[in-house]
T-cell receptor, first 116, second 112 residues
Framework: DAMVIQNPRYQVTQFGKPVTLSCSQTLNHNVMYWYQQKSSQAPKLLFHYYDKDFNNEADTPDNFQSRRPNTSFCFLDIRSPGLGDAAMYLC???????????????FGDGTRLSIL | AQSVTQPDIHITVSEGASLELRCNYSYGATPYLFWYVQSPGQGLQLLLKYFSGDTLVQGIKGFEAEFKRSQSSFNLRKPSVHWSDAAEYFCAVSSGTYKYIFGTGTRLKVLA
């Protein structure tokens, strides 16, 4: 089945130690998104890639970066994780930026990040 | 500005009972509306979506939702809840672009 796969499911890192989360997709979608979801809150969009074009949300901290080496993979890099960055990180994809094509976003199962 | 309100933070129902989860949106034009479900420790799974046409939308797992423009609502319903439906449910609205505005979610508990 075509899907969005996130690895690892659980990640523990130390305060200030860089960490990378990964996402891959077999849907061949043009757009990949990263969301941050804190406990009992709605997902918050951090940024998205349309093909190789990177788009940062205005309030996404500089501590968060992303890479998309090819269509299938996208990485979230947190350069110096703080305690406030502990959250679930969700990757999503969509065929296009416009929903008029009747293509909603498809989510992975997330990576839960803990900071020691 | 677009916004989504899910008035009920928690809902508890007995297994076999009917369910309605409320969602109200604020948007000037015809919105694109979605319901997602999130089981503990999992990502979001799309239950159903409304883009246009018939205002009663059927989704997966026996869920349906009705778009009511006059009430700015898109409530989710299920006639008979199963224990496996216990999860968090998110309503989302889009203007037709990639930007989703999510509600804060409703956590459903199902009593045996």
């Amino acid at each position: 089945d075509a899907m969005v796969i996130q690895n690892p499911r659980y990640q523990v890192t130390q305060f200030g130690k860089p960490v990378t989360l990964s996402c891959s997709q077999t849907l061949n979608h043009n757009v990949m998104y990263w969301y941050q979801q804190k406990s009992s809150q709605a997902p918050k969009l951090l940024f998205h890639y349309y093909d190789k074009d990177f788009n940062n949300e205005a309030d996404t901290p500089d501590n968060f970066q992303s890479r998309r080496p090819n269509t299938s993979f996208c990485f979230l890099d947190i350069r110096s994780p703080g305690l406030g960055d502990a959250a679930m990180y969700l990757c999503a994809t969509s065929r296009d930026l416009q929903q008029a094509s009747n293509q909603p976003q498809h989510f992975g199962d997330g990576t839960r990040l803990s900071i020691l | 500005a677009q916004s989504v309100t899910q008035p009920d933070i928690h809902i508890t129902v007995s297994e076999g009972a009917s369910l309605e989860l409320r969602c109200n949106y604020s948007y000037g034009a015809t919105p694109y509306l979605f319901w997602y479900v999130q089981s503990p420790g999992q990502g979001l799974q799309l239950l159903l979506k409304y883009f246009s046409g018939d205002t009663l939308v059927q989704g997966i797992k026996g869920f349906e939702a009705e778009f009511k423009r006059s009430q700015s609502s898109f409530n989710l319903r299920k006639p008979s809840v199963h224990w496996s439906d216990a999860a968090e449910y998110f309503c989302a609205v889009s203007s037709g672009t990639y930007k989703y505005i999510f509600g804060t979610g409703t956590r459903l508990k199902v009593l045996a």
